[in-house]
């Protein structure tokens, strides 16, 4: 069974740092694209970022550009959010999910993505 397993959420005070991983059990990472996307509550989920497949070419959305990197460990089959200068603004439910895609650079849109896991929280307070 694919499915991917979001962990390292918890609580950190501003300016902090967290770093998610995203493990896959069932397929190897190698050919799929992986997408981290949040949810806050009362908000509708977005994206976050993505990492490619083939040449491991990232994207973030602006929100978070220059605080998240995103980046893959296909001999553990493993991708990491590693997220600093962490804002209450980026208290959330985050996501990772997964999606076979080869020669193509990823996309942050929830409608590319097949394979989701349950979410780790973060919470951002002091």
């Known amino acids: 069974q694919l499915q991917v397993v979001e962990s390292g959420g918890g609580l950190v005070q501003p300016g902090g740092s967290l770093r998610l991983s995203c493990a896959a059990s069932?397929?190897?990472?190698?050919?799929?694209?992986i997408g981290w996307f949040r949810q806050a509550p009362g908000k509708e989920r977005e994206g976050v970022s993505c990492?490619?497949?083939?040449?491991?070419?990232?994207y973030y959305a602006d929100s978070v550009k220059g605080r998240f990197s995103i980046s893959r460990d296909n001999a553990k089959n493993t991708v990491y959010l590693q997220m600093n200068s962490l804002q209450p603004e980026d208290t959330a439910v985050y996501y990772c999910?997964?999606?076979?895609?080869?020669?193509?650079?990823?996309?942050?849109?929830?409608?590319?993505?097949?394979?989701w896991g349950q979410g780790t929280q973060v919470t951002v307070s002091s």
């Open positions: 990492v490619s497949s083939s040449d491991g070419t990232s």
């Open positions: 069932g397929f190897t990472l190698d050919y799929y694209a």
């Open positions: 999910a997964a999606v076979y895609r080869v020669f193509r650079p990823c996309v942050i849109s929830m409608d590319e993505y097949l394979y």
